[in-house]
């Protein structure tokens, strides 16, 4: 019989209406009423409320402080359920993909865009998908909602209310749950290789400019000589970054190559990823020594980034 432990840090899902709108509150026993799948692990499962909070106020203290909880209990249990609020779900699971270096045990995060107690809320099939994936042979650390097994550094959230909330971007889906039974791909249940190391040192001192048309270059400059550590610019589509005399973003490179503050170049789209090197106000980036941030999604670009920096890993590996 499987053992696994429920860590609850707030979100929708556990929270109630308050004169000041939702805000997370409900007790442990309410979670475990909402479990559907009770079979083939210890009922009720153990639980540690790490906090509760809406995860519009998660820090990453919290995030370092949930991958300290997993590694300090990863030999008494088989698996992990994390409930969490889905606003910042997916940095959250990205900051974990990171810090749980090879973790061999299943980590899965889920929450619910309806709390618990709602009528026809999604929260227990959320909650108990949660479950059947906790107990399954799969590795590493995974958002499950709505269905969808998704892995840490691809989810996203795309929309504010629809229970299909959350997508696997540029990458396919681990896997699905229908009526209670996870179907897995194999790639994701082969043992992982090399120990699990707990890489819990992030740079938290990196910045995020989305670039517009309207830009005020001297905004950034300011950003850059406030002390930053790295910085992401979202241009556009394939990675376009402006280089006129207008607006022109080819000397704020130099100056951070300069400084040893690595530039990474992401993307406003969604889907596909960047490729610096198809048109020249992509070149022209690459150039003056910015990154690509390749297909990875903003919240795992901007993590990875911090996890390098924080962990003195080569930025040419990024
Ligand atoms: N604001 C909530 C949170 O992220 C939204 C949710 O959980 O669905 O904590």
């Known amino acids: 019989m499987k053992n696994i432990l429920l860590i609850t840090t707030g979100g929708t899902i556990a ?29 009720p499962p153990d639980c540690i409320s790490l906090f509760n909070i809406d995860s519009t106020n998660i820090t990453v203290e919290n995030w370092q402080k949930t991958a300290q909880t997993v590694a300090e209990n990863i030999d008494k249990y088989d698996g992990f359920v994390i409930t969490h609020g889905t606003d910042t779900m997916a940095y959250t699971a990205a900051a974990l993909s990171l810090i749980l270096e090879n973790i061999n045990k299943p980590v899965i995060i889920t929450g619910s865009q309806l709390p618990l107690e709602v009528e026809n809320t999604d929260a227990t099939k959320n909650l108990s998908d949660a479950f059947t994936v906790a107990i399954s042979d799969i590795k590493g650390v995974y958002i499950v909602f709505n269905g969808k097994i998704i892995c840490g550094d691809c989810g996203k959230k795309l929309y504010t209310e629809k229970f299909d909330a959350f997508h696997s971007i540029n990458k396919d889906y681990a896997g ?3 009526n209670n039974e996870a179907f897995i791909k194999d790639e994701y249940k082969k043992a992982v290789k090399g120990n699990f190391k707990l890489k819990i040192n992030m740079e938290k001192n990196i910045y995020i ?7 005020n270059i001297s905004i950034i400059e300011n950003i850059i000589n406030y002390g930053i550590k790295g910085l992401i610019l979202e241009g556009y589509g394939m990675g376009g970054i402006p280089n ?5 973003f080819i000397p704020i490179i130099e100056k951070c190559v300069k400084k040893n503050i690595p530039v990474i170049i992401s993307t406003q789209c969604i889907f596909d990823g960047v490729d610096i090197s198809t048109y020249e106000v992509g070149v022209k980036a690459e150039k003056a020594g910015a990154l690509s941030s390749k297909n990875y999604t903003i919240e795992y670009a901007a993590l990875r980034l911090m996890h390098f920096l924080g962990n003195n890993i080569d930025l040419k590996q990024y």
């Open 15 to 43: 929270s109630t209406e308050t004169d000041e709108g939702l805000a997370p509150s409900l007790s442990t026993e309410i979670f475990f009423k909402n479990i559907n799948t009770k079979n083939n692990f210890k009922f």
């Open 244 to 248: 006129t005399e207008n607006l022109n």
């Open 209 to 215: 400019h989305k670039i517009t048309p309207f830009d």
């Open 176 to 178: 699905k749950i229908v």
